[in-house]
DNA sequence: GTGGTCACG
DNA sequence: ACGTACGTGACCACT
């Protein structure tokens, strides 16, 4: 028989603290739930073991098998965060059909020292699978230990060890006898460390004999006299360091044996707590087991019995609602308890520009693909994947069977192929009365779901590329990062992988000598900010800076962008509108949200993204629409007063805090008082602005602290903005978004204090977005009512832009303007840049 | 797959 | 004592 011993509160405590903070959606901590069962899973694989046993501590205060009271008494009691999902934990092993041992007064690793010393006496194989060194001790022929580190499982035979520690396992208890260990509260021998400690075990072999003959020996004076000092508690700590091996725990092995796992409850428990991906390796079905919940009754979960047939035109007459999927060509319409199917393009097309209320889970794609083909996509009603984001917008992505799963709608797994299409109207119910008693109906309606044709259409018409432009801008990159790459080698003494921060740290910090700034987890930071004060030590630092420039622009703008224009000459990005904690809409594939333009030679690349024969771009940006968001929602009269007076707000921001007339307020001043402005947006934290404006921490207080004596209602918003997360678990924007923040119930200090900048943050960031999707939504409409050869095809959080025919483009900067600055009557005005040009380079003013 | 780095608002 | 501003996505090296 082969057992496999668990030691559940070291593993449970290395999956903690090594994977981040996770949260269900109920705010229920889950990361070390789940390390613990993906460790215990890849162990469960590879050792395949007949029987099984997860031993956890019990100590409690009536009993006390070794001195509890001392040792390990400075280790810090259990975060709350971990302490929550122990029980889970637990309750789990058991429905998975796992003996859990506890046993009174003894520690995990005393179980694990019995167990096994149970195998080892009765021939049979065991594998103790543990974080913690101590229990190598238990180590024989019989025996090996699995020591799970960070990186990878280390398999600890009698063979493996010595080659490791160079003596038996057992002698492990000596070592630490002598060396002590300050996490166990193990004292050892006073000037002791691990060198000295071992020398003498591979010597001496145990303190006991070691005892007898040291005085006799060779050793140095010093080591004599510090043993003899501690020959007590050399003899106290090895009791201390003995694992217990004869615990009183159920000694029969067949007891131990897996038992019969519950997979309704399993699969209830792990919904609940968000673990999709444990699900499907436990092969348990989410959504049955949800359905199996004996509270349900049974006619909710029975079968749909639907008669599928093809769609015809008639039949799309005579639909009032209905949901649908779409995939691969291929349609699939319920409507009431009728499943029709088509495949003919032109009535696919016809049910797509019928009028019936319609409801799905991936309204864009449709949208792209009807007007790919001149056709339209009317009546779109829900879709599921927005509302599942308005209402987590943390969550991963928004597939129909976990959203059924999370919010326990039955998901018709019986019915096939059709159990997506056939669970969807029920989900939508559920989400969309979640949506309506979370206040977010309208917002749905009127912004994100009008918006997903917006974006629809802007992704269909895409950017006309440059591409010969691009090509040779690519040329020129490469010679210059031959160049550059060639005048490191030289400064270096050698050839290396410069784009590799490994090697360069190597190259900079070892070889060159430079002095070292700021470590990361790898080795010592080689980013921008390090080099760029390492910049007057050696030239190879500004040569190192420049070939990383190129190189960006090179792999990831020209290559890259090279990569993804289309067969019209132009580049269709996605826009992702259920990505974004705040609201925003992001890019992908290519990422169009961050082409260059903070540099001039990375600002030519807009040269490249041009409009077609006959057109122009029109670029309008909001200017500080952030900081005028802030404005509005605190209503502080001071920071209204220099956005109604059209004010300079950086410059008036400096006026404010040194306190001196605007006239008198020096670049220099106007560039710190920005970078506050931006701090206040951030959640500010004296530290960082310091840093950021290249001051002292004491001044960037002062900063601080001028500035909200100055805009006194920013100060007190952001205090009742804290203070509601804090009381409700989330915040919400102007439109009603909202943002959950399980960070703020964090006992982790820096993670609550992020959880308050998030709070800061989000309603002005989140509102700034909902604001500009308004604009989206209206200017397409109007362009499209007025009939303008023209189109919105970008948009840049808080910029748009148009390609435009030439003829209607002034018409266009007008509508452009009125629509953003107009977006919505706010308490200061809203300002926006408007410019156009044949690229956008041109056309960024 | 993760971490480092850097592009943007 | 520790790490340090909000929100993204792409590419490279390395495991």
Redesign the pocket.
């Known amino acids: 028989m082969k057992l496999l011993a668990i030691d559940g509160n070291s593993i449970l405590n290395r999956a903690f603290y090594g994977i981040k903070l996770l949260t269900n959606k109920k705010g229920q901590f889950t990361n070390a739930i789940f390390g613990f069962m993906n460790i215990f899973l890849r162990n469960m694989e590879d050792v395949k073991p007949d029987a099984l046993a997860v031993a956890f501590d019990l100590r409690t205060p009536t009993f006390r098998h070794k001195a509890v009271s001392y040792y390990k008494a400075n280790r810090k009691g259990m975060p709350p965060e971990l302490a929550e999902q122990l029980p889970k934990v637990k309750e789990l092993l058991n429905l998975m059909g796992i003996k859990v041992v506890e046993c009174e007064g003894y520690e995990a690793d005393d179980v694990l020292g019995t167990l096994s010393k149970l195998c080892s006496d009765s021939g049979n194989e065991c594998y103790v699978l543990t974080g913690d060194r101590d229990s190598l001790q238990l180590i024989d022929d019989k025996v090996t230990v699995i020591l799970a580190t960070n ?1 990878e499982n280390i398999y600890y035979t009698p063979e493996k060890f010595n080659e490791d520690y160079g003596f038996e396992p057992v002698k492990l208890i000596d070592l630490k006898a002598l060396m002590g260990d300050s996490s166990d509260n193990i004292p050892g021998v006073a000037g002791i460390g691990e060198k000295t400690a071992s020398a003498l075990i591979k010597e001496y072999g145990c303190i006991e004999t070691l005892y007898e003959k040291y005085e006799e020996s060779s050793l140095t004076k010093g080591v004599k006299a510090k043993l003899a000092a501690g020959a007590d508690s050399a003899k106290e700590s090895k009791w201390l360091a003995t694992i217990v091996r004869d615990a009183p725990i159920e000694k029969e092995l067949n007891s131990y044996k897996i038992g019969t796992p519950d997979n309704g409850a399993i699969g209830r428990m792990l919904t609940e707590l968000e673990m999709f991906k444990l699900l499907d390796k436990l092969g348990i079905n989410a959504a049955e087991s949800a359905n199996s919940d004996p509270d349900v009754k049974s006619e909710e979960v029975a079968a749909i019995s639907v008669e599928v047939s093809d769609l015809t035109e008639h039949i799309i007459g005579k639909i009032g609602e209905c949901e649908y999927l779409f995939c691969d060509g291929k349609l699939s319409v319920r409507s009431g308890d009728n499943v029709y199917i088509a495949e003919n393009e032109s009535l696919i097309l016809t049910f797509f520009a019928s009028n019936c209320d319609k409801a799905t889970d991936d309204a864009k794609a449709h949208y792209r693909w009807v007007m790919a083909r001149g056709g339209e996509l009317k009546g779109l009603r829900s879709d599921a994947a927005i509302c599942g984001y308005l209402l987590n917008t943390s969550a991963s992505d928004y597939a129909v069977d976990k959203l059924c799963a999370e919010y326990g709608v039955h998901y018709y797994s019986e019915n096939g192929d059709l159990a997506k299409l056939l669970s969807i109207r029920g989900l939508i119910v559920k989400l969309r009365s979640e949506i309506e008693s979370e206040g977010m109906t309208e917002l749905l309606e009127k912004i994100e779901l009008p918006l997903t044709e917006v974006l629809a259409s802007m992704e269909d018409r895409g950017v006309l590329i440059d591409r010969k432009g691009v090509e040779d801008f690519g040329v020129l990159l490469t010679e210059m990062i031959e160049e550059t790459q060639q005048l490191i080698y030289d400064e270096a003494g050698h050839e290396f ?1 410069v ?5 360069l740290g190597t190259v900079l910090f070892e070889e060159m000598g430079l002095p070292t700034k700021k470590k ?3 080795g010592f ?5 390090v ?1 760029e004060e390492l910049r007057n030590y050696a030239p190879i630092v500004d040569d190192v ?1 420049k070939y ?2 190129y190189t ?1 622009l090179y ?2 703008y020209v ?2 962008l090279l ?1 993804k224009i289309a067969p019209d000459g132009r580049i269709h990005t996605w826009f ?1 509108q259920t ?4 609201g ?1 809409i ?6 169009m ?7 001039e030679l ?1 600002a030519q690349m807009r040269k490249f993204f041009t409009a077609g024969e006959g057109k122009t771009l029109i670029d309008a940006d909001y200017s500080q629409i952030e900081l005028r968001v802030m404005a509005h929602l605190c209503g502080d009269e001071n920071m209204m007063e220099a956005f109604n007076s059209g004010e300079d707000i950086h410059a008036s921001t400096a006026a404010q805090v040194f306190d001196m007339p605007l006239f008198m307020v020096t670049p220099e001043m106007r560039s710190a008082a920005k ?1 506050v402005n ?2 206040i947006i ?4 004296a ?3 310091a840093k ?1 404006i290249g001051t002292s921490v004491a001044k960037a207080k002062k900063y601080i602290a001028d500035y909200l004596a100055k805009y006194p209602k920013v100060n007190s918003f952001m205090e009742t903005t804290v203070d509601n997360a804090f009381r409700e678990g989330y915040v919400t924007t102007m439109f009603g978004r909202r943002r959950r923040i399980p960070e703020l119930s964090s006992s982790n ?2 993670l609550q ?2 959880g308050r ?2 709070a800061m ?2 309603p002005v ?1 989140g509102t700034a977005a909902d604001l500009i999707k308004i604009a989206m939504i209206n200017v397409y409409n109007r362009l499209k009512a007025e009939k303008l050869d023209a189109k919105l095809i970008l948009q ?4 748009l832009i148009i390609e435009s025919d030439i003829a209607c483009a002034d018409r266009c900067v007008e509508l452009l303007r009125e629509e953003m600055q107009g977006v919505y009557d706010m308490r200061v005005p809203l300002a926006v840049d408007v410019h156009q040009g044949k690229s956008w380079y041109d056309a960024k003013g």
């Open positions: 990186k992988n784009s590799s921060p490994k090697q990361n987890k790898s930071s080689t980013n921008a900010e080099l800076l990383r420039h960006k792999s990831t290559v890259g990569d992702r990505e974004t904690r705040t925003r992001s890019s992908t594939e290519p990422n949200q961050t082409i260059p333009v903070r540099t990375g970078a931006f701090g951030y959640g500010i934290g530290f960082s602005l950021d200090k820096m204090a992020a900048r998030i943050n989000t960031q840049v959080h808080d910029e």
